[in-house]
């Protein structure tokens, strides 16, 4: 992806677009640091949306890697309830991180990069999913929203420069 990829999307009518963190980090040339367990320090940057400041502007979100990674390739081989557990608890950690940010409306962006990981999960991740959307949906502090929903709402950061890179290696 580059800015004039992103142009040419948004000339399509295109809304939004979701991309690695990666490229947001060359883009905003800040690195995301995270402690032994995978946390963020400042997950700020990387919990809110985008639009780009071009002739044909689009909303962007940055999927968080390491969300995509465990899904991809970490709970398959877990019970499911461990795994949910697992990561309801990241979640919790990043939500916990965004109490004192100036912004009120933060969205935490997992995207997967077309492997099928269900695969490899019990019941192809169909309990997996039940027992995490089950946890959130009890947690009246989260929210699970559609991209639409969430852009409508929140005002967006914009972004000056968007760097080309791909979904590996931000190359």
Not at 28 to 54: C, H, M, Q, S, V
Not at 126 to 144: K, P, Q, R
Request: hydrophobic share 35%.
């Amino acid at each position: 992806v580059c800015a004039k990829t992103a142009e040419l999307i948004a000339k399509k009518d295109f809304n939004w677009t979701v991309l690695d963190e990666g490229i947001l980090s060359k883009s905003i040339k800040k690195e995301f640091i995270r402690d032994f367990e995978g946390n963020l320090e400042n997950p700020f940057a990387l919990n809110t949306n985008y639009r780009t400041k071009t002739k044909n502007p689009i909303n962007i979100l940055f999927a968080d890697s390491f969300f995509s990674n465990l899904l991809n390739f970490g709970y398959g081989n877990y019970d499911y309830r461990i795994a949910a557990n697992d990561m309801y608890e990241k979640i919790k950690t990043i939500q916990s991180k965004l109490q004192s940010s100036p912004r009120e409306d933060h969205i935490l962006t997992i995207a997967l990069d077309g492997e099928n990981c269900w695969e490899t999960y019990q019941n192809d991740g169909s309990d997996f999913l039940d027992a995490l959307y089950g946890l959130i949906n009890a947690d009246e502090s989260l929210e699970t929203v559609l991209v639409n929903e969430f852009i409508e709402k929140a005002k967006p950061d914009i972004l000056e420069n968007l760097k080309p890179g791909s979904w590996i290696n931000r190359n």
